[in-house]
């Protein structure tokens, strides 16, 4: 298979937040790093994806899906590939295996931080049929409800992605890592920030010196996702915007 390389990125990576590039061999993601370095690296022989102003991110788990039956349905995994969610995990809300099944934005009032704080592990998802984009789930836990409960965007963030895979038994990073699989979502270009839990103390902060990986301003909606690739495959392409 020849090697995919996309390029004029965002990467959401923890460790190389700078990235403007990234390779996948097959099913892996096999680099990360300056489109230049890309180029030359790859650039000859590489199938060249040019996403100009996108943010890549890994994709999000449904813990608390609706109509996914046992999490295999294609009709349902067609679907939530376009809101750039790659599974499902069914099953009650609540404590599954040690981990807070949680519908943020179905259930408000959930006392995210002191449930973090005291060490118990999260994971999101929809709860009904109208709330089942993924970023809806970041911004209830991290910009609605309690002010003294909400968490940090990357810490909702990795709730839905991270902590939703940790309920499938599924060991993941939470960011784009070389090694990583490739399963990922390109979205459309948006504002970028890095936002903490507490808005009177910190800063909003678009300098990726701050070696933070950025995430969408939610403040006036969110991206949708134009490519969406589990495993190596697209399962979903956006009809516009390519």
């Known amino acids: 298979m020849t090697l995919q390389l996309y390029v004029g990125i965002t990467l959401y990576s923890a460790q190389d937040p700078e990235a403007t590039a990234f390779a996948v061999d097959g099913s892996t993601i096999a680099w990360i790093g300056p489109e230049d370095s890309a180029l030359a690296l790859y650039g000859d022989g590489a199938e060249i994806h040019r996403y100009d102003g996108a943010l890549v991110t890994p994709t999000f788990v449904d813990v608390l899906p609706v109509g996914a039956g046992d999490g295999t349905?294609?009709?349902?995994?067609?679907?939530?590939?376009?809101?750039?969610?790659?599974?499902?995990?069914?099953?009650?809300?609540?404590?599954?295996?040690?981990?807070?099944?949680?519908?943020?934005?179905?259930?408000?009032?959930?006392?995210?931080?002191?449930?973090?704080?005291?060490?118990?592990?999260?994971?999101?998802?929809?709860?009904?049929?109208?709330?089942?984009?993924?970023?809806?789930?970041?911004?209830?836990?991290?910009?609605e409800g309690p002010e003294?409960?909400?968490?940090?965007?990357?810490?909702?963030?990795?709730?839905?992605?991270?902590?939703?895979?940790?309920?499938?038994?599924?060991?993941h990073p939470g960011s784009i890592v070389p090694g990583a699989?490739?399963?990922?979502?390109?979205?459309?270009?948006?504002?970028?920030?890095?936002?903490?839990?507490?808005?009177?103390?910190?800063t909003w902060s678009t300098d990726p010196r701050s070696r933070t990986p950025m995430l969408p301003d939610l403040s006036e909606g969110a991206p949708r996702a134009l490519r969406t690739v589990v495993g190596g495959r697209i399962v979903h392409e956006a009809a516009e915007g390519l």
Do not use: K
Request: glycine share 12%; charged share 20%; net charge negative.
């Open 73 to 143: 349905d294609a009709a349902w995994l067609a679907r939530a590939a376009a809101r750039g969610v790659s599974g499902a995990v069914p099953g009650e809300a609540g404590t599954r295996d040690g981990v807070l099944a949680v519908a943020p934005a179905a259930t408000p009032g959930t006392p995210y931080l002191e449930l973090l704080s005291g060490g118990t592990p999260l994971a999101f998802g929809s709860g009904d049929a109208d709330h089942q984009d993924p970023w809806a789930w970041v911004r209830a836990a991290a910009h």
């Open 181 to 202: 699989e490739a399963t990922f979502v390109v979205w459309e270009p948006w504002d970028l920030t890095v936002r903490g839990q507490d808005e009177r103390i910190q």
């Open 148 to 171: 003294d409960q909400r968490i940090s965007d990357r810490a909702a963030f990795l709730a839905a992605t991270r902590g939703s895979r940790r309920l499938a038994g599924i060991a």
